[in-house]
């Protein structure tokens, strides 16, 4: 077999899940011969304070460009088309990677903007796709206006695409959400392959302590806000609990001060110092509205911490394949989580379930699975060649 050339967007500048899924997915093709990851990062930091790098199995090109932030882009704009026209630039940078690399395919990350400027570049070259559904972005917009969940729902449809290969889902919870909500038909063409974590190989030491730990942004789907419902019992039942909060809550926001009075907060950090974080605490709590997956209670567990997590992410059937069940809940009631987050205190996570998710939920034997897949689609896919229109630069 010929090496696989694999066109795809990344990020290398945020802390978040879908950056350590990048990173395990480079280390994994760093160790592999077998293929060439292209990777593309698009900001408007990329140029001027970060340079391109070059790896073994992996070369990243960071291209500077005016990204679009949140509502403060979107709510200016008219309709899908209109979004096409403002970032037509986007669309036409991939379009001429695409003509120059000739990869097997491109791997799609995310459902977002430049996701959804590869795949609309893809689209239009005739290249094929896979795409990993990693987060909705339908999904974090109930608080934008009707206009702007409109257009960006229609985006995220875009990615129901003909030239898509496979989509590869980290769960049946985002899988059947994509079915019943966004596309609107059944999906055929998917497998599902969990996260994967990045194991702590070294002996933990886990403390006696009262301390419930969050790690979450400040965001409207991750439910950051249930924490003030837990101080607010915490005080009436005299503070038989600690917090320790890590979030990129701006410090300009109205809860910022009671937040930082009322919790241990900590700004958001590389999983390594992440680790230590997870070992101050008894229990960590995850009460997201929707997740399409949820690293950090599995991150826990890996240590031997429990976490409680929300039926609404993704990670809730992992647990019940490990046995626990009780650790996935309705957050409805904080008072409820509130007894049972003192009950929990009494409990660790027992040394057979650390093993289980430390032997089927490492970065290896994830992308181990990723790789196989990618092998397999490369092998059935007629050669690509790029259509032969010039794309202006």
């Known amino acids: 077999m010929s090496r696989l050339k694999i066109l795809s967007n990344v990020q290398t500048k945020h802390l978040g899940g879908i950056t350590r899924h990048v990173n395990g997915l480079i280390n994994a093709i760093e160790k592999n011969d077998d293929f060439f990851l292209y990777g593309v990062e698009m900001s408007r930091f990329s140029a001027t304070k970060t340079k391109d790098s070059q790896l073994q199995n992996f070369s990243l090109k960071r291209i500077n460009f005016n990204e679009p932030y949140q509502e403060d882009f979107f709510k200016n704009l008219k309709s899908l088309d209109d979004l096409k026209t403002k970032l037509k630039k986007g669309i036409d940078l991939y379009k001429n990677l695409i003509k120059e690399i000739n990869p097997n395919f491109v791997l799609v990350n995310g459902t977002y903007w430049e996701p959804w400027l590869l795949i609309t570049a893809a689209k239009e070259t005739g290249c094929p796709a896979i795409v990993y559904y990693a987060g909705s972005i339908s999904a974090e917009i109930k608080k934008f206006s009707a206009k702007t969940q409109r257009i960006l729902l229609a985006m995220e449809k875009e990615f129901d695409s003909s030239n898509v290969v496979k989509y590869i889902f980290p769960s049946n919870l985002?899988?059947?959400?994509?079915?019943?909500?966004?596309?609107?038909?059944?999906?055929?063409?998917?497998?599902?392959?969990?996260?994967?974590?990045?194991?702590?190989?070294?002996?933990?030491?886990?403390?006696?302590?009262?301390?419930?730990?969050?790690?979450?942004?400040?965001?409207?789907?991750?439910?950051?806000?249930?924490?003030?419902?837990?101080?607010?019992?915490?005080?009436?039942?005299?503070?038989?609990?600690?917090?320790?909060?890590?979030?990129?809550?701006?410090?300009?926001?109205?809860?910022?001060?009671?937040?930082?009075?009322?919790?241990?907060?900590?700004?958001?950090?590389?999983?390594?110092?992440?680790?230590?974080?997870?070992?101050?605490?008894?229990?960590?709590?995850?009460?997201?509205?929707?997740?399409?997956?949820?690293?950090?209670?599995?991150?826990?567990?890996?240590l031997g911490i429990p976490a409680l997590v929300s039926r609404n992410m993704g990670v809730a059937d992992t647990f019940k394949h490990l046995g626990l069940e009780s650790l996935v809940v309705d957050f409805s009631n904080p008072q409820d989580i509130f007894n049972k987050l003192l009950i929990i205190q009494n409990n660790w996570i027992s040394q057979d379930v650390i093993k289980l998710v430390r032997d089927n939920y490492s970065f290896d034997y994830i992308y181990k699975q990723y790789l196989d897949h990618f092998t397999t689609i490369g092998d059935s896919l007629i050669p690509y060649k790029p259509m032969s229109e010039f794309i202006p630069a």
């Open 174 to 302: 985002i899988k059947n959400r994509v079915e019943k909500e966004i596309f609107n038909h059944p999906i055929n063409n998917f497998i599902v392959i969990p996260n994967g974590i990045n194991i702590h190989n070294e002996k933990t030491n886990l403390i006696k302590t009262s301390a419930v730990g969050m790690v979450a942004r400040w965001t409207h789907v991750k439910n950051p806000n249930y924490i003030f419902d837990l101080i607010k019992i915490n005080k009436k039942e005299g503070r038989p609990l600690t917090f320790n909060v890590v979030t990129d809550i701006s410090e300009n926001n109205i809860k910022y001060n009671k937040l930082n009075a009322e919790t241990n907060l900590y700004k958001p950090m590389e999983y390594s110092k992440l680790v230590d974080f997870y070992l101050l605490n008894r229990v960590i709590i995850c009460p997201s509205i929707f997740e399409t997956f949820g690293n950090v209670p599995l991150e826990a567990v890996s």
